[in-house]
């Protein structure tokens, strides 16, 4: 029977009379209430809601599950992914029906999707919670019938889990979206591999590798190197020895932080975290990165290097399969072997006679291959190695610390040369593949000596010629060098060995301990020819050795008060930081009240040297600026998130970056910094670091945190930008400092004429305003209006929306002048190279 259209409308009417409607933000749907078009479920902490939706201008209607706080739309998860609704149904429905299920019902009653759960009880209510879990369960036990997390879409949040469970046939997988305004699933889903230890995959069409995180070893995924493994941080896999099950969960990496897993409609599998700042979500890992990701790029046998080119080569011992695809860029079909293994000369019945066993090859820093074979706990290394060497199928064997023995038996595929971090790989090959080695590297070797004896015979004796017209006791002091020392150990202290009267404790740093009278004789006593600088804390030295590296003694004023804790700061806390933007520290020395550090040396000096010098400024042409600016937001980056101590630095500025040979940028000068807890603020009544660099909540009220730092470096980006100081009259002294006459630029849309003119270039325009913009971002008077470090990093390294700065207030300067002078400590600061205590300059 076809009812006309009013009987239609009145039956409708009827029932929406008959199933009240949800109350306002409430997480409970009950049989007593249905869920309309217009309506949502709210979790409890009021962080997710569920209900109808569209995307963009699409004529499909979905039920789905997003943050409620979050402005851009970003669905989490789909019901009826693959039976949408059309956008024009107005009279659809959530209800739980009479058999207890939940069911979405259009408007002509048909039921478009159901949970479809066998159920013993039709007391059932659904909740959303707040770890966005959507669960039908019995009012009354309270046990759960039906879970969200059991149907997974293409999100990952924490307290989800994907993977595998053999003796319930469950296997959950991430499923991408066929499109990003279509969420009917597409070609590509991520998830575990049924295998000991499992490995994780994205696969197309659910079975043909597309992507391969290498084995699971109980703390990481060893085919993602450590400098991707951001990734892993927030990730925990449990497995069972008898296969049965594998499980990966998901936890955000700092609990400040909201981050999610996504796999995209293109087979990306994506880390994006929520940059409140920017009010955007940003990647922060993503796989596969590059071609060598790619499962089978360079096909059997083949290693794919990304920073070689091309990126494909055959294995040692093997050569291309003989096609023209390789000539083409298609290195799919892989390499073959070019001789046989010595078990298979055996096996096909010729006489190995003198011929010598098989022999391993150790390729160190690899991806290991795909379709290995575990051979669990009870195999050492070098049952591993003979296990491999007993079976004739066995092509190559490793034995990761944390996995043991894996041994494969058959053609290598998905292997890959990482830079660093990567296992060693033990790949067969006949004996004659490496004899032939040895032989080359004998004669390259032999020649390499007779030349070596030769040159150095002959710079042997003009060096002693030019020793001999030197002062007797250089010959003395050149043989003592510290850094060739063995007559005290580096852990052992004397009685002269004291710090304010007491000991330095033993355990305290892995530092050497260096002796005095060593280093005064390395210096010439410490004399003015060797002396490469002076701060408030004392001169520095260049020392250099015969062994070993340059290096530079900091020698502690003994007229600097401020110097002991800084000292105790550096030695104790900073030698444990290792960055290759940070200063290494190498050694220490205490002899009385003698206190030195031992420093990598800088070559280059101080950036400030070169930076505000018209005539060497142009040494530092905008790209190299540029990659300053990089070096210096990393190394920040590294202390305020990534380190073992997470450190405030305090005193940032152009005299505590230093540079290498290279112009590598290295932050300098930590006696100032202290530790903290991430989004703690920190108190002190003294105000210690260098006007013009110093926060306002610092200057003014001792108050400081990680964004302190970050005012600093903004100061710092646009001194680098300008090539001037912040300090000092500017624009027929309308303005007091560089933020100032900046500010007044920017809003004149006058931002190129900040740049350093000895490096104008119309060329970098575009990466000068943005790094002015980023510079304004950063030095806004409100920590709270300041981005983090790790939102500096990706304003720098992308192309995003930058928001507006706000206009600072450029008066505290002049206020802390006149009305905190007595509060700050009096001891003076002479030069930026060393750490400064807050003194007027």
């Known amino acids: 029977m076809v009812w006309p259209r009013w009987e239609t409308f009145l039956f409708l ?8 409607q949800v109350n306002a933000e409430t997480d409970t749907l009950t049989q007593s209430q249905q869920l309309s078009l217009n309506q949502t479920l709210v979790s409890a902490g009021k962080i997710f809601k569920l209900g109808f939706f569209s995307l963009g201008n699409s004529s499909r209607l979905y039920l789905g599950l997003w943050f409620k706080n979050i402005p851009s739309q970003r669905i989490l998860w789909v019901a009826n992914r693959e039976d949408p609704l059309p956008a024009s149904d107005s009279a659809v429905i959530l209800k739980i029906a009479t058999d207890g299920n939940l069911k979405i019902v259009n408007g002509n009653l048909n039921t478009i999707w159901s949970t479809s759960a066998s159920l013993q009880s039709n007391n059932t209510i659904v909740v959303l919670t707040d770890k966005w879990e959507f669960i039908l369960k019995d009012s009354v036990s309270g046990i759960s019938l039906w879970d969200s997390f059991k149907y997974p879409c293409d999100t990952l949040l924490s307290g989800m889990n994907i993977g595998y469970s053999t003796r319930t046939g469950e296997k959950f997988v991430l499923s991408s979206w066929q499109a990003e305004d279509d969420p009917s699933p597409g070609k590509f889903a991520t998830g575990l591999s049924v295998e000991m230890p499992p490995q994780g995959f994205t696969w197309t069409n659910y079975s043909r590798p597309y992507w391969r995180g290498g084995p699971w070893d109980g703390g990481d995924f060893i085919g993602i190197p450590d400098d991707d493994k951001g990734f892993a941080s927030g990730i925990d896999v449990i497995s069972n020895k008898q296969q049965e099950s594998a499980f990966l969960s998901f936890n955000n990496f700092y609990d400040s932080d909201l981050v999610i897993m996504v796999l995209k409609p293109s087979g990306l599998l994506q880390m994006m975290v929520w940059v409140e700042e920017l009010n955007a979500w940003k990647g922060s890992w993503v796989a596969p990165e590059n071609p060598c990701d790619v499962y089978r790029t360079c096909g059997p046998n083949g290693v794919c290097d990304k920073n070689k080119s091309p990126v494909c080569d055959c294995l040692r011992g093997f050569a291309l399969k003989p096609t023209k695809e390789w000539n083409r860029g298609n290195w799919t079909d892989g390499c073959v072997r070019q001789t046989k293994l010595l078990c298979e000369i055996s096996t096909s019945g010729i006489a190995p006679k003198a011929l010598k066993n098989d022999t391993f090859l150790q390729l160190t820093e690899m991806k290991l291959p795909d379709h290995y074979t575990y051979l669990r706990d009870q195999y050492s290394v070098q049952n591993c190695k003979e296990w491999c060497l007993n079976n004739c199928s066995c092509v190559a064997y ?5 996995i043991n023995c894996m041994v494969w038996t058959s053609e290598l595929m998905d292997v890959q040369q990482f830079p660093s971090d990567g296992m060693d790989l033990f790949l067969r090959l006949p004996y004659s593949e490496l004899d032939e080695d040895k032989r080359k590297k004998k004669l390259v070797i032999g020649f390499t000596t007779v030349s070596s004896i030769l040159i150095l015979g002959i710079f042997g004796c ?4 030019w020793k001999a017209n030197q002062r007797g006791y250089r010959k003395n002091r050149i043989k003592d060098l510290i850094l060739a020392d063995k007559g005290q ?5 004397s009685t002269d060995n004291l710090w304010e009267g007491q000991a330095l404790p033993n355990d305290s740093s892995e530092l050497p301990l ?8 390395a210096t010439d006593n410490f004399s003015e020819i060797n002396k490469i600088g002076a701060g408030g804390f004392g001169p520095v030295y260049k020392v250099i050795p015969i062994y070993g590296q340059l290096i530079a003694v900091k020698r502690l004023s003994s007229y600097s008060g401020q110097g002991i804790e800084e000292f105790k700061n550096e030695v104790l806390l900073i030698s444990k930081l290792q960055h290759r933007n940070l200063v290494r520290i190498l050694a220490y020395c205490v002899h009385g009240k003698e206190k030195l550090r031992v420093y990598e040396y800088m070559a280059k000096r101080s950036l400030d040297t070169l930076l505000f010098d018209p005539k060497q400024s142009h040494q530092l042409p905008w790209p190299k600026r540029f990659d300053m600016i990089h070096g210096i937001a990393r190394g920040l980056l590294y202390l305020h998130r990534d380190s073992c101590l997470l450190l405030i630095h305090r005193d940032l500025k152009a005299s505590n970056v230093l540079l290498d040979d290279d112009m590598t940028p290295k932050i300098s000068d930590f006696g100032l910094a202290r530790t903290f807890q991430v989004t703690h603020e920190l108190n002190t009544q003294r105000i210690a670091g260098t006007f013009g660099y110093m926060s306002p909540e610092y200057a003014m009220g001792g108050v400081f945190s990680e964004k302190s730092d970050v ?4 100061v710092l980006l646009l001194e ?24 007044q630029l920017w809003t004149e849309s006058k931002g190129l004429d900040l740049m350093d003119k000895s490096i104008s270039d119309s060329r970098s325009s ?21 981005p983090l470090m790790s939102s500096v990093v990706l304003m720098l390294s992308s192309e995003m929306d930058l928001p507006q700065p706000k206009q600072p207030t450029f008066i505290f300067q002049r206020r802390l002048n006149s009305s905190t002078q007595s509060q700050i400590s009096k001891v003076p600061s002479v030069n930026d190279i060393t750490v400064s205590v807050a003194e007027g300059r």
Not at 13 to 20: S, T
Not at 711 to 714: A, L, M, P, Q, T
């Open 720 to 743: 680098i930008v300008s090539g001037r100081r912040n300090r000092g009259i500017y624009d027929h002294e309308r303005h007091l400092n560089l933020l100032s006459y900046a500010w």
């Open 766 to 786: 575009t990466t000068v305003l943005r790094c002015i913009h980023i510079g304004l971002l950063c030095v806004q008077d409100h920590a709270a209006d300041r």
């Open 13 to 20: 009417m009827f029932r929406m009379m008959l199933l009240p």
């Open 489 to 493: 150990s580096s852990r052992e202290m």
């Open 514 to 521: 260096l002796d005095f009278a060593k280093l005064a004789t």
């Open 711 to 714: 005012y600093s470096f903004g």
């Open 398 to 402: 490793a034995y990761p610390d944390t």
């Open 462 to 465: 003009i060096f002693c010629r």
